[in-house]
T-cell receptor, first 112, second 113 residues
């Protein structure tokens, strides 16, 4: 595997479910990011991790909980989501926080 | 907060035509990035610009970092059907200390063979 991978690619969940999104980067980067992409809106930054430390939490509701166990892996834990949380969730990584970011293919999330 | 205005919102052109799109902001950025996103995929980095006035090419793509550091444009020459997709600009500010990028709304490009 090369680049940034995300699993699952598609996820359908009910509002009472708990699920997790996984991101893995094979680029040796030190920074990882979660973005939300909704239709007709610009990409919204959710969280930034640098060397496994969270450095940005962009006013994201607590029903989204990130976890970065090491510099190669990033998770987004989901619980009690709302239908308006349905979107494409993108993971990205960069060498360090000031370098260009490389994106994974995304997880298409549908909340019923 | 910081915002980027990207235009045009969409373009429908004939194969072989040249394309131009741009991003403007009231804020200064230290980095400008251009990405392309195809359906079902994440954005792919096309060009990165780090210096005001910088003009960089990647094949048929050319992008410039505006002198005022408040704008950038992307040109595509001799378009082909595989250029179809959504093009995003993104501005970065090193002073933010978090790698935060501000994204434009995207330009949807359709190419008629």
């Amino acid at each position: 595997e090369t680049g940034v991978t995300q699993t699952p690619r598609h996820l359908v969940m009910g509002m009472t479910n708990k699920k997790s999104l996984k991101c893995e980067q094979h680029l040796g980067h030190n920074a990882m990011y979660w973005y939300k992409q909704s239709a007709k809106k610009p990409l919204e930054l959710m969280f930034v991790y640098s060397l496994e430390e969270r450095v940005e939490n962009n006013s994201v509701p607590s029903r989204f909980s990130p976890e970065c166990p090491n510099s190669s892996h990033l998770f987004l834990h989901l619980h009690t989501l709302q239908p308006e949380d349905s979107a494409l969730y993108l993971c990205a990584s960069s060498q360090d926080v000031w370098h260009e970011q490389f994106f994974g293919p995304g997880t298409r999330l549908t909340v019923l | 907060g910081q915002q980027l205005n990207q235009s045009p919102q969409s373009m429908f052109i004939q194969e072989g035509e040249d394309v131009s799109m741009n991003c403007t902001s009231s804020s200064i950025f230290n980095t400008w990035l251009w990405y392309k996103q195809e359906p079902g995929e994440g954005p792919v980095l096309l060009i990165a610009l780090y210096k005001a006035g910088e003009l960089t090419s990647n094949g048929r793509l050319t992008a410039q970092f505006g002198i005022t550091r408040k704008d950038s444009f992307l040109n595509i020459s001799a378009s082909i059907p595989s250029d179809v997709g959504i093009y995003f600009c993104a501005g970065g500010d090193e002073a933010s200390n978090t790698g935060k990028l501000i994204f434009g709304q995207g330009t949807t490009l359709q190419v008629k063979p």
